[in-house]
């Protein structure tokens, strides 16, 4: 079973940039959809950006585009999101999260069935 750990969050100021980590605990590069949410308080959870990892493929939620990258390693088991010119509206928690799957299940959050504990994004 897949655990997920993420790391990297942090206080930042608006147009300042973070680089979250998620580590998971054995090999996911083999058809796993791995996703970016985030949740702010107040709001629901929503996806942030998602890839498939058997190709690489991404998506980006349009609130993002341009500013985020997602991007896997496949060496050390990890899911990464660099954030560039963060907005005090980016200010939530982030969730990685994982599930088996085709590329096209990769779209739909509730499908995600492993998730880890969040991490803290603040933008002022």
């Known amino acids: 079973h897949v655990q997920l750990v993420e790391s990297g969050g942090g206080s930042v100021q608006a147009g300042g940039s973070l680089k979250l980590s998620c580590a998971a605990s054995?090999?996911?590069?083999?058809?796993?959809?791995m996703g970016w949410f985030r949740q702010a308080p107040g709001k629901e959870r929503e996806a942030v950006a998602h890839?498939?990892?058997?190709?690489?493929?991404?998506y980006y939620a349009d609130s993002v585009k341009g500013r985020f990258t997602i991007s896997q390693d496949n060496a050390n088991n990890a899911l990464y999101l660099q954030m560039n010119d963060l907005k005090a509206e980016d200010t939530a928690t982030y969730y990685c999260?994982?599930?088996?799957?085709?590329?096209?299940?990769?779209?739909?959050?509730?499908?995600?069935?492993?998730w880890g504990q969040g991490t803290q994004v603040t933008v002022s």
């Open positions: 999260a994982a599930r088996r799957g085709a590329r096209w299940q990769c779209s739909t959050m509730n499908s995600y069935d492993i």
């Open positions: 054995r090999y996911t590069y083999s058809g796993f959809c």
């Open positions: 890839l498939w990892t058997r190709t690489g493929t991404t």
